[in-house]
């Protein structure tokens, strides 16, 4: 049976106990478990489904239930992000996703909270005491309905335009199980597919499409109906939910969620992107 899921820590959990070409390691932090899952061959990539690379899961409580004192929380998500890129160079962050449907609009808000940077130089840098930022670009490119665009053809525009070290690429997920939602952060640097948490493949952000290295970032918000179904019950006639393999379900408090999880994805990209500056500094010019 295919589940959909998007977190490479469940693909790994379905393939069974087959660990040739993977590497799986956990550890935890402020009451945060954190999995390095590594892809390492094309045997291994070919059974877990997802491409070669490094998967960072960060699972804490519900976003949702949980929102004091995040500052630990940003901080251990920066340090994954700043991990994965490289020290230098240019950055360009695309928020993915469609702002009128809050369950795929995790990407646009975070990038709205991400500081764009690029255009504060010279003088104004020096005058405003900001000097020490490191260029960023921030873009929330809109869906192929409503511009007629694929976002990889805007963003490989962007790169040949303004050749930044690295794409930060912020997308909704779609996870196995209902744990999962509102309270996992994956990072990888294999990049991300846009509209996959709801089966619309496109145009894959990666390294071999980009020319640049990727990451991408994302929270799951929605289940597929089968693979929840499937999940919850032992046993299930498979013509059960055949008709049914384009529902997904979202948590009842996904405004919360995804306001919550943009915060806390576009502050650690702050973070993760501005060292020079710390925390306190960069929450005030965003607030």
Request: aromatic fraction near 4%; hydrophobic fraction near 40%; include cysteine.
């Amino acid at each position: 049976m295919n589940f959909r899921t998007d977190l490479a820590i469940e693909s790994h959990e379905i393939s069974g106990s087959d660990t040739e070409g993977i590497s799986f390691e956990s550890d935890n932090r402020c009451g945060m478990k954190i999995h390095r899952l590594s892809i390492r061959t094309d045997r291994a990539q070919k059974r877990l489904g997802k491409p070669k690379g490094k998967y960072i899961t960060i699972s804490s409580l519900p976003l949702t239930d949980n929102f004091r004192d995040i500052r630990e929380q940003i901080m251990t998500v920066a340090d994954e992000i700043s991990s994965l890129i490289p020290e230098k160079g240019d950055a360009l962050i695309i928020g993915i996703g469609n702002t009128d449907i809050t369950s795929d609009s995790l990407g646009p808000f975070s990038a709205s909270c991400v500081i764009a940077t690029r255009h504060i130089r010279g003088e104004l840098a020096r005058s405003t005491g900001l000097s020490l930022l490191r260029p960023a670009a921030v873009l929330s490119p809109g869906v192929l309905g409503k511009t007629g665009i694929e976002t990889g053809e805007i963003v490989l525009s962007l790169i040949r335009s303004i050749s930044p070290s690295v794409v930060i690429a912020v997308d909704s997920l779609a996870s196995k199980s209902v744990s999962h939602l509102g309270r996992t952060i994956q990072i990888s640097d294999s990049g991300i597919s846009p509209g996959s948490g709801i089966g619309n493949n496109r145009l894959s952000l990666n390294r071999k499409s980009l020319g640049v290295p990727v990451i991408g970032i994302g929270i799951p918000t929605v289940v597929d109906a089968y693979t929840l179904v499937s999940d919850l019950c032992d046993e299930m006639p498979a013509k059960t939910f055949d008709n049914e393999r384009n529902l997904v379900v979202t948590p009842k408090e996904i405004d919360l969620l995804v306001e919550r999880g943009s915060k806390i994805i576009g502050m650690a990209i702050n973070c993760a992107l501005q060292k020079s500056y710390s925390f306190e500094d960069l929450a005030a010019l965003i607030s």
